[in-house]
C-alpha cells in the first residue's frame, strides 16, 4: 500500500487532553456546522441499520449523536469522555464500562470509527478481540477507516487501514467481512479527499448473511 508512515507511533497521543480540545475545535470550525458536513456520514452509517452500538473509540461523541439512544461509546481518553458525557451521551473510559451494569447486556453492533489506523495491527485485532463479547449472536460488527489522504493528514495514525488490513484483522478473531464500501466517493478520490473512508461489515462466522 502506498500510504506515507504517520510521523508519530505513539498511541498516547491520543489519550490527553490536547487531543480531545483538537477534536472538539475540528467540530467547532463555522463551515463545518454551517454546512453540516458530517450529515451524509450519519445517514450512511444508520443506512447499515446498527441498532444499539457499542461504539468503541468514541471520542467526544460524534458517532453517538447518529445512534440509536441507548448506544454507548468507550474511549481510552478519560477528557474525551467527559466531552461526550457533557453533550448528553453515556460514555465510559474502558475501565468505567467494565465495572458498569451496561457491560452486562449484549449490543446489536460494534463500531469501530477512525480507531484501528491509531495502533498496530496485533494492537487492532487484540482490541477487536476484547470487545466481541459484548456482541449479541448475529450482531455485525462495523469498521470505518480513512483513506490515503486522511491517513496522512492525522500524525497520530499509526498505520493504513485499507480494505485487505481491515479484512484480515476481522478474519483473525473469526468474523467474516459481508460489506465493503468506499465512502463517499470512489477509493481513488481517496488519494487527495481526506475524509474519503473505507467502511467495511462483518459478522462472526456461520452467521454471514443472517
Given at each position: 500500500m502506498a500510504y506515507a508512515r504517520a510521523v508519530s507511533v505513539d498511541p498516547e497521543d491520543t489519550s490527553g487532553a490536547a487531543y480531545t480540545a483538537r477534536l472538539a475545535a475540528a467540530d467547532a470550525?463555522?463551515?463545518?456546522?454551517?454546512?453540516?458536513?458530517?450529515?451524509?456520514?450519519?445517514?450512511?452509517?444508520?443506512?447499515?441499520?446498527?441498532?444499539?452500538?457499542?461504539?468503541?473509540g468514541c471520542g467526544i461523541g460524534r458517532n453517538l449523536a447518529a445512534l440509536e439512544p441507548a448506544?454507548?461509546?468507550?474511549?481510552?481518553?478519560?477528557?474525551?469522555?467527559?466531552?461526550?458525557?457533557?453533550?448528553?451521551?453515556?460514555?465510559?473510559?474502558?475501565?468505567?464500562?467494565?465495572?458498569?451494569?451496561?457491560?452486562?447486556?449484549l449490543f446489536e453492533s460494534l463500531l469501530f470509527a477512525h480507531v484501528l489506523e491509531h495502533m498496530t495491527y496485533d494492537a487492532a485485532e487484540t482490541l477487536v478481540a476484547t470487545y466481541l463479547p459484548y456482541l449479541e449472536a448475529g450482531g455485525t460488527v462495523i469498521v470505518i477507516t480513512p483513506q490515503a489522504a486522511g491517513f496522512r493528514s492525522d500524525p497520530t495514525?499509526?498505520?493504513?487501514?485499507?480494505?485487505?488490513?481491515?479484512?484480515?484483522?476481522?478474519?483473525?478473531?473469526?468474523l467474516v467481512?459481508?460489506?465493503?464500501?468506499?465512502?463517499?466517493?470512489?477509493?481513488?478520490?481517496g488519494r487527495w479527499f481526506r475524509y474519503n473512508e473505507h467502511v467495511v461489515v462483518a459478522r462472526r462466522k456461520g452467521e454471514a448473511g443472517r
Amino acid at each position: 500500500m502506498a500510504y506515507a508512515r504517520a510521523v508519530s507511533v505513539d498511541p498516547e497521543d491520543t489519550s490527553g487532553a490536547a487531543y480531545t480540545a483538537r477534536l472538539a475545535a475540528a467540530d467547532a470550525r463555522w463551515w463545518k456546522r454551517l454546512l453540516d458536513v458530517q450529515a451524509p456520514y450519519r445517514r450512511n452509517l444508520l443506512r447499515l441499520r446498527p441498532g444499539r452500538t457499542l461504539d468503541i473509540g468514541c471520542g467526544i461523541g460524534r458517532n453517538l449523536a447518529a445512534l440509536e439512544p441507548a448506544s454507548i461509546g468507550v474511549d481510552h481518553n478519560e477528557h474525551s469522555v467527559a466531552v461526550a458525557r457533557g453533550r448528553g451521551f453515556t460514555a465510559f473510559t474502558p475501565g468505567e464500562f467494565a465495572a458498569s451494569p451496561q457491560s452486562k447486556t449484549l449490543f446489536e453492533s460494534l463500531l469501530f470509527a477512525h480507531v484501528l489506523e491509531h495502533m498496530t495491527y496485533d494492537a487492532a485485532e487484540t482490541l477487536v478481540a476484547t470487545y466481541l463479547p459484548y456482541l449479541e449472536a448475529g450482531g455485525t460488527v462495523i469498521v470505518i477507516t480513512p483513506q490515503a489522504a486522511g491517513f496522512r493528514s492525522d500524525p497520530t495514525h499509526v498505520v493504513p487501514f485499507g480494505f485487505s488490513e481491515i479484512d484480515r484483522t476481522l478474519r483473525a478473531v473469526d468474523l467474516v467481512p459481508i460489506r465493503e464500501q468506499s465512502f463517499p466517493f470512489p477509493r481513488t478520490v481517496g488519494r487527495w479527499f481526506r475524509y474519503n473512508e473505507h467502511v467495511v461489515v462483518a459478522r462472526r462466522k456461520g452467521e454471514a448473511g443472517r
